[in-house]
C-alpha cells in the first residue's frame, strides 16, 4: 500500500486538530523518547493491536487501511554520515468517527505505588482498556485507574493538563518529556475538576485504591 507523507509538523497539526491518529509500531522496548507524545502513539498501537488481536502484526497496518506515513530523523552519525530514521503511520478521523466518539473520551489521572507523588495524565476512549494495556507492557508495578473526566475535547483538555504541570514533567534518561508528572494526585484531579467546568461531558469517576 502506498502511503501519503507528512512531515512531523504537518501530522502534529492534524493530530491536534483531530483529524488523524498517530502510531508507533516500534515496541516498548525499542522506544526512543524522540518527541513527548510517543507514549501516546505507542499506546495508539498497542490499543488497536489489542482490539484486532486474531490480525497479525506484519499485517495490521494494511487492516487499519493506513493513510499517511511520517518519517522522523532521530539520529545523525556525524563520523559515518549515515542517518537513522523513525517512522510513525497515521490514519485519518473521518468526520462520522468524530462525532460518535466525541461522547465518551475522557482524561483520566493513574498512580503507582512504586513511584509516590508521580501521576500519569493522559487520553483515552476507554481508560480501563488503556490501563490495562500500560500495565501488560511488562511494568515493574502496575498502574492503578485513580480519577476520569468525560469530556468534549479529549486532546485540548490533555494538552492544558500538561502545560498546568509542565515544570513538574518528569523526563526520560535521554531528556525527552512524557506523559508522567511529579506531582500530588490531588493537585492533579482539582487542575482537571477545574477544566471541566468548561469541558465536561458528564460527570468525573473517582476510583479507591485497593489494598
Known amino acids: 500500500m502506498r ?20 502510531y508507533y509500531p516500534g515496541g516498548t ?27 497479525p502484526l506484519g499485517n495490521l497496518l494494511d487492516f487499519l487501511n493506513i493513510n499517511y506515513i511520517i518519517d522522523v530523523l532521530t539520529n545523525t552519525d ?15 478521523i473521518s468526520e462520522l468517527h468524530r462525532q460518535e466518539i466525541k461522547k465518551g473520551q475522557y ?7 512504586a ?19 500500560i500495565n501488560g507492557a511488562g511494568v515493574l508495578e502496575e498502574w492503578d485507574l485513580r480519577f476520569i473526566q468525560p469530556v468534549v ?19 526520560s534518561s535521554k531528556g525527552a518529556s512524557r506523559e508522567f508528572f511529579e506531582i500530588d494526585y490531588q493537585d492533579a484531579k482539582a487542575a482537571l475538576l ?16 485497593e489494598d
Open 3 to 22: 502511503y501519503k507523507k507528512l512531515t512531523l509538523e504537518q501530522a502534529l497539526d492534524l493530530e491536534d486538530s483531530g483529524q488523524i491518529e498517530i
Open 29 to 55: 522496548q525499542n522506544k526512543d523518547y524522540f518527541h513527548d507524545r510517543v507514549d501516546r502513539w505507542t499506546e495508539n498501537y498497542q490499543a488497536k493491536a489489542y482490539k484486532y488481536r486474531r490480525i
Open 78 to 92: 556525524q563520523e559515518t554520515g549515515k542517518y537513522t530514521w523513525t517512522y510513525l503511520y497515521a490514519k485519518e
Open 107 to 113: 482524561v483520566y489521572i493513574l498512580t503507582n505505588k
Open 115 to 133: 513511584y509516590p507523588g508521580l501521576c500519569k495524565i493522559g487520553k483515552a476512549v476507554d481508560p480501563q482498556s488503556r490501563v490495562k494495556i
Open 153 to 171: 475535547n479529549d486532546y485540548r483538555v490533555e494538552g492544558y493538563m500538561h502545560k498546568i504541570f509542565s515544570r513538574f514533567r518528569k523526563s
Open 194 to 209: 477545574d477544566l471541566a467546568v468548561d469541558f465536561s461531558d458528564g460527570e468525573p469517576t473517582e476510583f479507591s485504591l
